[in-house]
Nanobody, 123 residues
């Protein structure tokens, strides 16, 4: 059974940093990603990573501040978030797919989702 478990969310002041983790078990994946969602809005792609070759996409709003990496030995995806802003407040989700997924693909293309971790950035 495939599981994606996120951790590392919390409350931080603007300008601070957090690192999210997503540990995957029960399968192997070609593409993984971070999404985020705020109440009443759609879930948006934040960063996408091709598991074997590394990061390939960041949404403009996080470029230069967020970095996604992976630990292939431990099947863990990370999202290092620096210089956080109040508008980064959201529930962050990890997603995984067994095939290559382009950045603009519909969310239905992703095979597995974590339950999310809340990031709250105060002013």
């Amino acid at each position: 059974q495939v599981q994606l478990v996120e951790s590392g969310g919390g409350l931080v002041q603007a300008g601070g940093s957090l690192r999210l983790s997503c540990t995957a078990s029960g399968g192997t994946f070609r593409t993984m990603a971070w999404f985020r969602q705020t109440p009443g809005k759609e879930r948006d792609l934040v960063a996408r990573l091709i598991w074997l070759s590394g990061p390939t996409y960041y949404t403009d709003a996080v470029k230069g501040r967020f970095t996604t990496t992976r630990d292939t030995d431990n099947n863990t995806l990370y999202l290092q978030m620096n210089d956080l802003k109040p508008e980064d407040t959201a529930v962050y989700y990890c997603a995984a797919a067994r095939r290559g997924i382009i950045a603009m693909a519909p969310q239905t293309d992703w095979d597995y989702w974590g339950k999310g971790t809340l990031v709250a950035v105060s002013t």
